[in-house]
């Protein structure tokens, strides 16, 4: 079954530091997403992205945080410097189209700014 | 944010017996709701979904109904099984919106042997 993969599985970073996160959606899908959770807090819903830009992002998402998707396969989430309260579970999802169903998270990446 | 709610952290069942879950959603322009299930360590899988347009979803053991007028939706398990136990969250979406999800807290549950 296809899968999004998310690499790494675990980040260590310093306060203050550029970090990056590592997204393989599935291959033919079109819509792509981040969402992340803080240690006991909801998922939360962070970005957004189709046809190459941002379609919509949280008051989360401030400019600190971006996204790209450099080549036909991957999507990243860079967070510029980051802070204490960035330390939380990151996950990326994509879907096809219109249809939920094919709405699919990744294994997440845990985040720990120290 | 409290758009979402289930109010239940957590449930213990019997296996072999009915687990039901529920949710309460406040915003009446969600008019899509998923559940998901999600190990320690792993992302949510999905598990079922239910547009607005219908009251009830089955699929196997899962079945998902939507109670448009209290805002309220419940999953329901059955038989549950050991490896059922996991943490279920609800999510809401309005399509309008552009199709993000809106979680709940999630729900513990373990269905003991």
């Known amino acids: 079954e296809p899968e999004v993969t998310q690499t790494p599985s675990h980040q260590v970073t310093q306060m203050g530091q550029e970090v990056i996160l590592h997204c393989v959606p599935i291959?033919?899908?079109?819509?792509f997403y981040w969402y992340r959770q803080i240690l006991g807090q909801k998922v939360e819903f962070l970005v957004s992205f189709y046809n190459n830009e941002i379609s919509e992002k949280s008051e989360i998402f401030d400019d600190q945080f971006s996204v790209e998707r450099p080549d036909g396969s991957n999507f990243t989430l860079k967070i510029r410097s980051t802070k204490l309260e960035d330390s939380a579970m990151y996950f990326c999802?994509?879907?096809?189209?219109?249809?939920?169903?094919?709405?699919?998270f990744g294994s997440g990446t845990r985040l720990t700014v120290v | 944010d409290q758009q979402v709610k289930q109010n239940s952290p957590s449930l213990s069942v019997q296996e072999g017996r009915i687990s039901i879950l529920n949710c309460d959603y406040t915003n009446s322009m969600f008019d899509y709701f998923l559940w998901y299930k999600k190990y320690p360590a792993e992302g949510p899988t999905f598990l079922i979904s239910i547009s607005s347009i219908k009251d009830k979803n089955e699929d196997g053991r899962f079945t998902v109904f939507l109670n448009k007028s209290a805002k309220h939706l419940s999953l329901h398990i059955v038989p549950s099984q050991p490896g059922d136990s996991a943490v279920y969250f609800c999510?809401?979406?309005?399509?309008?919106?552009?199709?993000?999800?809106?979680f709940g807290g999630g729900t513990r549950v373990l269905v003991k042997p």
């Open positions: 999510a809401a979406s309005a399509r309008a919106a552009g199709n993000k999800l809106t």
């Open positions: 291959s033919n899908h079109l819509y």
């Open positions: 999802a994509s879907r096809l189209g219109q249809q939920f169903y094919g709405y699919t």
